[in-house]
């Protein structure tokens, strides 16, 4: 059984930074890309950013590049998203996802496997 599982959510100031985690077992975690999604309250999930395999690749959507950062360890069964500068705006429940894309990109639909997802809250 595939799992993913996240962390490090939590309430943050604006222009406070945080440290997600996934952690990933019942796959063979080094042959899938993964990413990052968010889903804010009204709204529909969004793609925040995804890295391929081997984490050399890493593709962040445009409204948080040059603030969060995505790598991988493949040893540990995990990703992790690191972010700085938090504004308001990414107040969202974030998912980890896993695809069998090498190289998966923003579409949801590349993804199979999702975690439950964990609450950043961001206050002004």
């Known amino acids: 059984q595939v799992r993913l599982v996240e962390s490090g959510g939590g309430l943050v100031q604006a222009g406070g930074s945080l440290r997600l985690s996934c952690v990933a077992s019942?796959?063979?975690?080094?042959?899938?890309?993964m990413g990052w999604f968010r889903q804010a309250p009204g709204k529909e999930r969004e793609f925040v950013a995804a890295i391929g395999t081997s984490g050399s690749t890493t593709y962040i959507a445009s409204f948080v590049e040059g603030r969060f950062a995505f790598s991988r360890d493949n040893g540990e069964n995990a990703v992790y998203l690191q972010m700085n500068s938090l504004k308001p705006e990414d107040t969202a429940v974030y998912f980890c996802?896993?695809?069998?894309?090498?190289?998966?990109?923003?579409?949801?639909?590349?993804?199979?496997?999702w975690g439950q997802g964990t609450q950043v809250t961001v206050s002004s």
């Open positions: 019942g796959l063979s975690f080094s042959l899938y890309g």
């Open positions: 996802a896993a695809s069998q894309t090498s190289r998966p990109g923003y579409n949801s639909r590349e993804y199979d496997y």
